[in-house]
T-cell receptor, first 116, second 111 residues
Framework: DAGVIQSPRHEVTEMGQEVTLRCKPI?????LFWYRQTMMRGLELLIYFNNNVPIDDSGMPEDRFSAKMPNASFSTLKIQPSEPRDSAVYFC??????????????FGSGTRLTVV | TQLLEQSPQFLSIQEGENLTVYCNSS?????LQWYRQEPGEGPVLLVT?????EVKKLKRLTFQFGDARKDSSLHITAAQPGDTGLYLC???????????FGQGTRLTINP
């Protein structure tokens, strides 16, 4: 398996522009998570899906952020309009949530977003 | 306020030394995981501990889950430069479908 695949690896955009981050989870995993990492705040959970359904989006900063998971093999995180304070590394992770408890997460390599 | 507090936040030691990193909480976790993250990459799972008092070893790394399942430690023996990275603990609260991450310990092993 190629692991969790994120694209793009790097994104530089101007303030006010729309940004779309993409994630392909590991086949067979039924949970998908979007995280944001900064030096100041560490890893923050933005939203997670179970069986393609959003379960908890309480970490989404504001209405400018939205996430979708149209099928089991693809998810997007969109920021519209983007602001400089959105600059961070965004990670997607997937796992299998079984009846016997949480399995470990597999993280993608992340998207480094810079908003200027 | 972090649900999981890691200490120290930064640690820089010489190759060959031993070290311990701590992960503490006032909450009880059904399981706890440790990850290592290298620059430019996502965190990678090292181990999962489930039972209170459980000890797991991974070569020179020893992981322990506290008896009350509220804390954990990671001990590295004879540290090597390849151990350099950000170490993150993450806990699963009872019945939760998601992990809570600590803020991490940034470890540097100097040759």
């Amino acid at each position: 398996d190629a692991g969790v695949i994120q694209s793009p690896r790097h994104e530089v955009t101007e303030m006010g522009q729309e940004v779309t981050l993409r994630c392909k989870p590991i086949s067979g995993h039924n949970s998908l998570f979007w995280y944001r990492q900064t030096m100041m705040r560490g890893l923050e959970l933005l939203i997670y899906f179970n069986n393609n359904v959003p379960i908890d989006d309480s970490g989404m900063p504001e209405d400018r952020f939205s996430a979708k998971m149209p099928n089991a093999s693809f998810s997007t995180l969109k920021i519209q309009p983007s602001e400089p304070r959105d600059s961070a590394v965004y990670f997607c992770a997937s796992s299998f949530d079984g009846s016997d408890g949480l399995y470990g997460y597999t993280f993608g390599s992340g998207t480094r977003l810079t908003v200027v | 306020t972090q649900l999981l507090e890691q200490s120290p936040q930064f640690l820089s030691i010489q190759e060959g030394e031993n070290l311990t990193v701590y992960c503490n909480s006032s909450s009880v976790f059904s399981s706890l995981q440790w990850y290592r993250q290298e620059p430019g990459e996502g965190p990678v799972l090292l181990v999962t501990v489930v039972t209170g008092g459980e000890v797991k070893k991974l070569k020179r790394l020893t992981f322990q889950f506290g008896d009350a399942r509220k804390d954990s430690s990671l001990h590295i023996t004879a540290a090597q430069p390849g151990d350099t990275g950000l170490y993150l603990c993450a806990g699963a609260l009872q019945g939760a479908q998601k992990l809570v991450f600590g803020q991490g310990t940034r470890l540097t092993i100097n040759p």
